[in-house]
Nanobody, 114 residues
Framework: QVQLVESGGGLVQAGGSLRLSCAAS????????VGWYRQAPGKQRELVAA???????NYADSVKGRFTISRDNAKKTVDLQMNSLKPEDTAVYYC????????WGQGTQVTVSS
């Protein structure tokens, strides 16, 4: 059984910080590209950050310098540290893992108030 379970979402004031975590099971985690996506009401789901298994990182322009993605292959987790949060960061955040096939978590709500 493949599962991705997110945690860490919640309500935070603008300028604050939040750390999301995703725990994976049922896959060879170390060979997967992992990432975080988000979807705001009425908008398309968009890539926030990705971390390929071979190294390197990719970030959406809107979050560069504020968000940091990291992975722990031993624990089979991927985290997203979010700093200097803005109201426009409000969305449901989804964990993703892909290696040919793609797997998704159920999502966690992040709300940034002004």
């Amino acid at each position: 059984q493949v599962q991705l379970v997110e945690s860490g979402g919640g309500l935070v004031q603008a300028g604050g910080s939040l750390r999301l975590s995703c725990a994976a099971s049922g896959i060879m985690f170390s060979i997967y590209t992992v990432g975080w996506y988000r979807q705001a009401p009425g908008k398309q789901r968009e890539l926030v950050a990705a971390l390929p298994s071979g190294g390197g990182t990719n970030y959406a322009d809107s979050v560069k310098g504020r968000f940091t993605i990291s992975r722990d292959n031993a624990k089979k987790t991927v985290d997203l540290q979010m700093n200097s949060l803005k109201p426009e960061d409000t969305a449901v955040y989804y964990c993703n893992a892909q290696y040919g096939t793609s797997h998704w978590g159920q999502g966690t709500q992040v709300t940034v108030s002004s």
